[in-house]
């Protein structure tokens, strides 16, 4: 079946280290996103990329760093410079090029920084 | 500053209930507007409202866009308890297409 496969579910992670959430995708679309999600605060955008080899810094992007090699993947890293990355990460993708139409959102990823 | 307002937070209904939910906009140069229901982790996409698509119906679900009052309200008839999930509304940012304004949700919880 076609969709959106993000890995791990669940990540423990010790102050100071990277951590690299995968997102990869079936549905051959073009643009794909990370959102971060947090309790009381609406979906935040990260990173973007409409094209590979391209993306865009979303809203909150100091601390983490993505790649797009390939149309099928768009990895998050979690730097040691994100200040607060304790957060439920998801990772979307859309066909709908230049508009940010019906987003396919993977199962998500929760990050927990002891 | 563009922003997405929902209201209200949180909801709890008897089963067979009838919901109206709450989305107020403010984003110059007014695109679309989505609603997605997010059950546990991924949200699902619901509708997409636009200036000439300004009602849609699924099933029990049915969403219409008032572009006078800025917002838009997602109805749920006959209420059941799949339909408890958070409720989240969405706009395109007015300089960038690509980004999305988020409104907080709704959390709704139907009970048997």
């Known amino acids: 079946d076609g969709g959106i496969t993000q890995s791990p579910k669940y990540l423990f992670r010790k102050e100071g280290q990277n951590v690299t959430l995968s997102c990869e995708q079936n549905?051959?679309?073009?643009?794909m996103y990370w959102y971060r999600q947090d309790p009381g605060q609406g979906l935040r955008l990260i990173y973007y990329?409409?094209?590979?080899?391209?993306?865009q810094k979303g809203d909150i992007a100091e601390g983490y760093s993505v790649s797009r090699e390939k149309k099928e993947s768009f990895p998050l890293t979690v730097t040691s410079a994100q200040k607060n990355p304790t957060a439920f990460y998801l990772c979307?993708?859309?066909?709908?090029?230049?508009?940010?139409?019906?987003?396919?959102f993977g199962e998500g990823s929760r990050l927990t920084v002891l | 500053e563009d922003k997405v307002v929902q209201s209200p937070l949180s909801l709890v209904v008897h089963e067979g209930d009838t919901v109206t939910l709450n989305c107020s906009y403010e984003?110059?140069?007014?695109?679309?507007l989505l609603w997605y229901k997010q059950e546990k982790k991924a949200p699902t996409f619901l509708f997409m409202l636009?200036?000439s698509g300004i009602e849609k119906k699924s099933g029990r679900l049915s969403s219409i866009l008032d572009k006078k009052e800025l917002s838009s309200i997602l109805n749920i008839t006959a209420t059941q308890t799949g339909d408890s999930a958070i409720y989240l509304c969405?706009?395109?940012?007015?300089?960038?297409?690509?980004?999305?304004?988020w409104g907080l949700g709704t959390s709704l919880a139907v009970n048997p």
């Open positions: 990329s409409q094209i590979v080899n391209d993306f």
């Open positions: 969405a706009v395109p940012n007015a300089g960038n297409n690509r980004k999305l304004i």
């Open positions: 984003v110059t140069n007014f695109r679309s």
């Open positions: 549905l051959n679309h073009d643009a």
């Open positions: 979307a993708s859309s066909d709908r090029a230049g508009l940010a139409g019906e987003l396919f």
């Open positions: 636009t200036s």
